[in-house]
C-alpha cells in the first residue's frame, strides 16, 4: 500500500522526528511504500497531507501529539482512508483514548500494520459548526473555559518545554481566573449558566491525561458533556489531581452528562479543540458516528 507520513518534528521536544523515522522504516521494511510529509508551517502540512489523500494514498500516518491527530481528523474525516497515530507529542490523550502505544514508535508500527491487514475501526468525531465556513472535527475534546485559557497561555510560551509548560500555564490562571457565563443548549435543551469549565469530549482525558470523562467512549455515538460549577481558586486546587485520577466524578461541583449535540456560547473565550484554537462562539457540536477510520 501507499502510506502518507506526516510528521510535526518539534512535537514532543523534538522526540516526534525520531519517533517518524523508526515507525517509517517498519512500514517500508514490510512492503508498503511511504511518502514522508513534513511542512514548514501547519498550513502548509495541511495542504500537503491533503494533497497526498487526493493523489490516492492508502493511509494516513500522522506522527506527533493530538494536534497532530486532529489534523489527521481533519483531513480524512467522513472519507474511507484510515488514520494511523505515532504518538510522539506531548499530550497523546486520543492515542492513551484508543489504547494505543504511546512513545513506543516501533509498538505503533506494529499496531498500523496490523490494521492494515485486518481493516480499520471506526471512530466518532465531534463537529464544530459555527455558521461560516466549514466545519472543525475533533477527535479528543473541544474545551471552552479554565482548560481553554491555560491551553492558549501555554501555546504562547516558548519556554518550558513539555508538560511543565502546561503547569505553569495552570499556575499562573488559577490566580486570576474567574467564573464565566455560559449560554448551552443540550440536545436541544436551553440554559444559562455559571462555570469554570465547560467541555465536550470524544475522549476520556485532556492536557495530557486529565481524565475528564473516564468512561468516554469513540465508537458510542455520543459525546459526552464536562461542566464545573464555580469553584474557589483553593477548591479549585483540590479538585484538579482528582480529575488526572478520574476520582473527581461524583463531586458536587462536576457534571457530566452524554449527549448528541451542544451548542456554546461564551464570549471573549477561544474554543480548543484537540489542543488547537478553533475559534470563538457561537458554535453547534454534534456527534458524527463512524466518522473516522483508526488503525487501533
Known amino acids: 500500500m501507499r502510506v502518507a507520513v506526516a510528521v ?40 500537503r497531507v491533503e494533497a497526498a489523500v487526493r493523489g490516492g494514498a492508502d493511509a494516513l500516518v500522522v506522527v506527533g501529539g493530538d494536534g497532530m491527530v486532529h489534523l489527521g481528523a481533519n483531513v480524512l474525516a467522513e472519507r ?38 485486518t481493516g480499520a475501526r471506526p471512530m466518532d468525531l465531534g463537529r464544530i459548526s459555527s455558521g461560516s465556513g466549514s466545519p472543525v472535527w475533533f477527535a479528543g475534546a473541544c474545551s471552552a473555559g479554565f482548560d481553554a485559557v491555560v491551553n492558549a497561555r501555554a501555546n504562547a510560551r516558548s519556554w518550558p518545554k513539555g508538560r511543565s509548560r502546561y503547569t505553569l500555564a495552570v499556575l499562573r490562571e488559577l490566580a486570576v481566573f474567574k467564573p464565566l457565563n455560559y449560554r448551552l443548549a443540550v440536545d436541544g435543551r436551553a440554559e444559562n449558566t455559571s462555570a469554570m469549565l465547560v467541555c465536550v469530549a470524544n475522549a476520556q482525558s485532556i492536557g495530557g491525561g486529565m481524565r475528564i470523562v473516564p468512561t468516554a467512549e469513540y465508537d458510542d455515538g455520543a459525546l459526552d458533556l464536562f461542566v464545573v460549577s464555580p469553584l474557589s481558586r483553593w477548591r479549585l486546587v483540590m479538585l484538579l489531581p482528582l480529575v488526572f485520577s478520574g476520582r473527581h466524578v461524583g463531586h458536587p461541583a462536576v457534571r457530566l452528562e452524554r449527549a448528541q449535540s451542544v451548542s456554546i456560547d461564551v464570549p471573549g473565550i477561544t474554543l480548543f479543540a484537540d489542543g488547537e484554537p478553533v475559534g470563538v462562539g457561537p458554535v453547534g457540536i454534534d456527534v458524527v458516528p463512524g466518522a473516522l477510520h483508526v488503525l487501533a
Open 80 to 117: 474511507p482512508v484510515p488514520l494511523g497515530i505515532v504518538a510522539a507529542g506531548t499530550g497523546n490523550d486520543v492515542a492513551r483514548t484508543l489504547g494505543l502505544p504511546v512513545r513506543r514508535p516501533a509498538d505503533a508500527a506494529q499496531v498500523i500494520l496490523k490494521g492494515l491487514r
Open 8 to 47: 510535526n518534528p518539534v512535537a514532543g521536544s523534538g522526540y516526534a522526528a525520531g519517533a517518524g523515522a523508526t515507525a517509517a522504516s517498519q512500514l517500508s521494511a514490510a512492503g508498503h511504500t511511504v511518502e514522508w510529509i513534513v511542512g514548514e508551517s501547519w498550513e502548509v502540512l495541511r495542504q
